[in-house]
C-alpha cells in the first residue's frame, strides 16, 4: 500500500516535496515489506485432507451409515457407524479416500 502511496505522491507532488514523499512512503514500505516477512517465515502452510480431521461439520442427508455432511461451504460423503439425521452435527474423526468418517457431536 505504501509503494502505491509513493508513486502517487511522486506524480501528485510539486518539486522537491515529491522525491520526499516518496522516499518516506518507499522507506515505510520496505518496512512493512520486512514486517510481513518476518510474521510468516517459518510458519508451515496447514493444507491437504488432514486439515479436515477435528471439524465440525452439519450432515446434509442422512448417515445411515452413509450419507452426506457440509464441510467449510462443501458437500463431502461421509460415513458414520452410531447414525446421525440431517441437521445434527458431526465431527471428522477420519477421512478415508474421499469418504470422511465422522461421529454425532456431544451435546
Do not use: Y
Not at 7 to 25: D, H, K, M, R, T
Not at 31 to 48: D, M
Amino acid at each position: 500500500m505504501f509503494l502505491l502511496v509513493a508513486i502517487a505522491l511522486l506524480l501528485a507532488l510539486p518539486s522537491p516535496w515529491n522525491w520526499v514523499g516518496f522516499g518516506i512512503c518507499f522507506f515505510l514500505f520496505l518496512g512493512e515489506a520486512a514486517f510481513w516477512n518476518s510474521k510468516v517465515r517459518g510458519r508451515k502452510a496447514r493444507v491437504g485432507a488432514q486439515t479436515l480431521v477435528g471439524q465440525r461439520a452439519t450432515v446434509v442427508s442422512a448417515c445411515h451409515p452413509d450419507g452426506q455432511v457440509r464441510l467449510q461451504g462443501e458437500i463431502w460423503h461421509a460415513r458414520c457407524a452410531e447414525g446421525a439425521n440431517t441437521g445434527e452435527t458431526v465431527i471428522v474423526t477420519a477421512r478415508d479416500r474421499l469418504t470422511l468418517v465422522v461421529e454425532r457431536a456431544a451435546r
